[in-house]
């Protein structure tokens, strides 16, 4: 009974799709690292405006686009050792940056634009795409399954739980939830632990972050 060699068999899928890669894909990004692989199928539209670092694998059905709307040259950026899901979806029309050693899950969606809908007389459809707010996500953090993230900055080793929309920046070492995403905890470095913040701790903590950010 002919019976198939599953390690053997995705042994060789490795090497063609490296290959693949190599001949045909990574020389259309402005910087794609050697060891990063994005697995098929994918859309990938402007990958002239794209960097992707070292060692960074994106899986299936991935959409990545940098539309380019006005003068400024979009840019999209995956930093070293990044992780992205299944049917993740990535539109920068200025600037979006995914920090090293990122998580996400699948179906995440990101961007820092918005669809223009304010004149009545003409269908949504017919209205431009605009820039709404640079998107930058910290260093080891970690997007749940279904997140939305739009126009917002994530600090470091965070967490967003599955299901959120995140609209407002997120402080470092903090684990948000919800619709809209709002910060439920925080790592404390005095206890060592993570604890859980109320209204006024985030209310104070988001002000200095967004000092930080400005």
């Known amino acids: 009974m002919f019976r198939i ?5 995705k042994r060789l899928y490795e090497r063609f799709h490296k290959k693949v ?3 045909l894909f990574s020389s259309s990004f402005r910087r ?3 060891t990063s692989r994005i697995l098929f199928p994918m859309d990938i539209q ?19 686009a940098a539309i380019k709307i006005d003068e400024h040259d979009p ?6 050792l990044s992780r992205l899901g299944n049917f993740n979806h990535i539109v920068s029309v200025r600037n979006v940056y995914i920090g090293k050693k990122v998580l996400t899950a699948d179906k995440v969606y990101i961007s820092d634009n918005l669809h223009s809908y ?3 007389s003409e269908a949504t459809i017919d209205q431009p795409t605009k820039f709404h707010r640079s998107v930058s996500i910290g260093d080891e953090t970690w997007i749940g399954e279904n997140v939305s993230i739009i126009g917002a900055n994530i600090g470091k080793h965070c967490v967003i739980g599955a ?14 939830v919800g ?10 470095f005095h206890t060592e632990k993570w604890e859980k913040v109320d209204s006024k701790t985030f209310a104070e903590s988001d002000q200095i972050m967004k000092k930080g950010f400005n």
């Open 32 to 34: 794609f690292g050697k």
């Open 75 to 80: 840019r999209l950026i995956i930093d070293n």
């Open 163 to 176: 299901n959120s929309v995140v609209t407002k920046d997120i402080p470092d070492y903090s684990i948000a």
């Open 179 to 188: 619709v809209p995403a709002k910060v439920i905890k925080q790592y404390n």
């Open 21 to 23: 890669w190599a001949l």
């Open 5 to 9: 060699n599953y390690e053997k068999t």
């Open 46 to 64: 402007n990958a002239k405006y794209m960097e992707i670092g070292e060692n960074v694998r994106i899986l299936k059905k991935v959409w990545l």
């Open 118 to 120: 304010e004149d009545i």
